[in-house]
């Protein structure tokens, strides 16, 4: 019998199946890809490890764009339904936060940091980053299919997010083919509260929040109890966490499975703006998650697609630094 806490060995993508040759996926699948010694290398990695960084994916002028879309949206937020998260706003839609805390991200001074939510449906700095092809490529590569990019987080601040497994929480179809990428948009500071990360983990058993591996609501166990065994694991494993100390545009790109998290703050008055999108197989994931009785409009991308919302589709782009000028091809 299978067993309960593993991914099905059919939903996996083809990287992770007990037999896959990258030797020959890139003698066969990529005859077009120029520099394939590159990919091959970043293949073996994210199957050995579970991620790859790319050093400089993304350009700096985009992250200024984004990062000006972002304070666009600030400098006028009681227009906006854009959903933040912390503890004092979880889930909230950003025209309900308080002028002090807008105030304070606006300038780099918060003291209860805000989370924004899916940006990627209102900026088209935030899609081109998402779908940018230095970022989606190996993840492209890795599930054997285009990306959607259905999720996006801007932090401002170190999260000090428990270790976890996106698989457990994130709703990507199926779970085993979910991946992120996490762009660093300043350079970070080890005072920040770094990203962490434990190379090899996306291998290691799974939880069980005592229905099985994904937390569903009403479940009884907890982030710590999740973060206590992965750990444990780990270390049962030989595995070592990783700080992640990123230039501005460099790119962290993981799996479902790697275990990572945010590490504490030891300066609060530092920032550590970073962008975050999950993305699922094109092939498998078609619905929005605020909408799932039909498939999403999709908006293609070199790199990759992304849904419009469907609720609100009059707010797809309304920041547009990043918009090519009229008439331009
Ligand atoms: O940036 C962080 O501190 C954590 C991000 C994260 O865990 C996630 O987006 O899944």
Excluded at 113 to 118: S, T
Excluded at 240 to 250: E, L
Aim: aromatic letters at 8%; hydrophobic letters at 40%; a negative charge.
């Amino acid at each position: 019998m299978s067993d309960p806490l593993e991914f099905p060995v059919d939903d996996l993508p083809w990287v992770d199946r007990p037999a896959a040759e990258i030797d020959r996926y890139i003698a066969e699948r990529c005859s077009d890809v120029v520099d394939r010694e590159l990919l091959r290398y970043q293949l073996l990695h994210w199957q050995a490890f579970g991620y790859v960084i790319v050093p400089g994916a993304v350009e700096p002028e985009l992250i200024d764009a984004l990062l000006g879309d972002v304070d666009e949206m600030l400098s006028d937020h009681r227009r906006y339904r854009t959903v933040v998260d912390s503890h004092r706003y979880p889930q909230k839609p950003m025209c309900e936060v308080d002028q002090a805390t807008i105030d304070s991200h606006r300038a780099d001074s918060a003291i209860e940091p805000i989370r924004i939510l899916d940006f990627i449906h209102h900026s088209v700095a935030a899609k081109r980053i998402s779908l940018h092809p230095a970022v989606t490529r190996v993840l492209e590569h890795a599930l054997g299919d285009r990306v959607v990019a259905f999720q996006s987080l801007n932090f401002f601040y170190g999260s000090q997010q428990p270790i976890h497994q996106d698989f457990a929480y994130v709703p990507g179809r199926p779970r085993a083919r979910l991946v992120a990428s996490w762009v660093a948009l300043e350079d970070i500071h080890p005072d920040s509260g770094p990203l962490v990360y434990i190379p090899g983990s996306h291998r290691l058993r799974k939880f069980d929040w005592a229905d099985g591996p994904f937390k569903v609501p009403g479940t009884k166990r907890n982030e710590i109890e999740f973060e206590a065994h992965i750990l444990r694991e780990a270390e049962r494993a030989g595995l070592q966490r990783q700080v992640f100390c990123p230039k501005k545009g460099d790119a962290l790109l993981w799996h479902s499975a790697l275990a990572h998290g945010g590490s504490p703050v030891a300066d609060p008055k530092r920032t550590r703006k970073a962008y975050v999108t999950h993305y699922a197989p094109h092939r498998t994931h078609s619905v929005h998650v605020h909408a799932t009785h039909k498939d999403a409009d999709m908006i293609d991308y070199p790199g990759g697609l992304a849904m419009r919302h469907p609720l609100f589709p009059e707010l797809d782009d309304v920041f547009r630094r990043a918009a090519p000028p009229v008439g331009s091809r």
